[in-house]
T-cell receptor, first 114, second 116 residues
Framework: DAGITQSPRHKVTETGTPVTLRCHQT?????MYWYRQDPGHGLRLIHY???????DKGEVSDGYSVSRSKTEDFLLTLESATSSQTSVYFC?????????????FGPGTRLTVL | AQKVTQAQTEISVVEKEDVTLDCVYE???????LFWYKQPPSGELVFLIR??????QNEISGRYSWNFQKSTSSFNFTITASQVVDSAVYFC?????????????FGKGTTLSVSS
């Protein structure tokens, strides 16, 4: 158990509405990540954070923003949700000081945009 | 560019059969790590193994074994005497030491179905 929780676990929303997903960790890790999982694509990085207020874009960042005001929380926001953002979203933490230490994942959030 | 290919989309076996999941990777970095994750039907992602590019020793953990070959850029995963509980999607992933943020590059996954 990597001490990662995600909320909500399931959400159904309508096109054009804003949505915020929360990732919470209890172990004080510096690096946190948001991935999305889609059939036929595996997992792809959306954004990541390397400290409080320090974030950067990943491979599929368009339409998403993130914030990290506290070490333990990493928020993913869809400013105006679209059907193409229907996906399962996973948060991850990197446990360890090395750049290639293992990432451990939260339980995921299933988001449906109608 | 970095890439991970899992050519087997789905594999079906009967319990007690051995099964090998293939993973081929591409990277220009000399320092990198390879991972396998398991995603059971419940949906969580479970870390199985991490291997660095300088260690080509095969690894065995119970019924699981991993074969890392730099010459063929492969990191294959074998389950011996498969069980129904092994049914899951298995992901191979790559992390490069010089990549900003060191995100994981995932393959598309192999769905393993083990029937009794």
């Amino acid at each position: 158990d990597a001490g990662i929780t995600q909320s909500p676990r399931h959400k159904v929303t309508e096109t054009g509405t804003p949505v915020t997903l929360r990732c919470h960790q209890t172990e004080n890790h510096r690096y946190m990540y948001w991935y999305r999982q889609d059939p036929g694509h595996g997992l792809r990085l959306i954004h990541y954070s390397y400290g409080v207020k320090d974030t950067d874009k990943g491979e599929v960042s368009d339409g998403y923003s993130v914030s990290r005001s506290k070490t333990e929380d990493f928020l993913l926001t869809l400013e105006s949700a679209t059907s193409s953002q229907t996906s399962v979203y996973f948060c991850a933490i990197r446990r360890g000081a090395s750049s290639t230490d293992t990432q451990y994942f939260g339980p995921g959030t299933r988001l449906t945009v109608l | 560019a970095q890439k991970v290919t899992q050519a087997q989309t789905e594999i079906s076996v009967v319990e007690k059969e051995d099964v090998t999941l293939d993973c081929v990777y591409e990277t220009r970095d000399t320092t990198y790590y390879l991972f396998w994750y398991k995603q059971p039907p419940s949906g969580e992602l479970v870390f199985l193994i991490r291997r660095n590019s300088f260690d080509e020793q095969n690894e065995i953990s119970g019924r699981y074994s991993w074969n890392f070959q730099k010459s063929t850029s492969s990191f294959n995963f074998t389950i011996t005497a498969s069980q129904v509980v092994d049914s899951a999607v298995y992901f191979c992933a790559l992390s490069e030491a010089n990549q900003a943020g060191t995100a994981l590059i995932f393959g598309k996954g192999t769905t393993l179905s083990v029937s009794s």
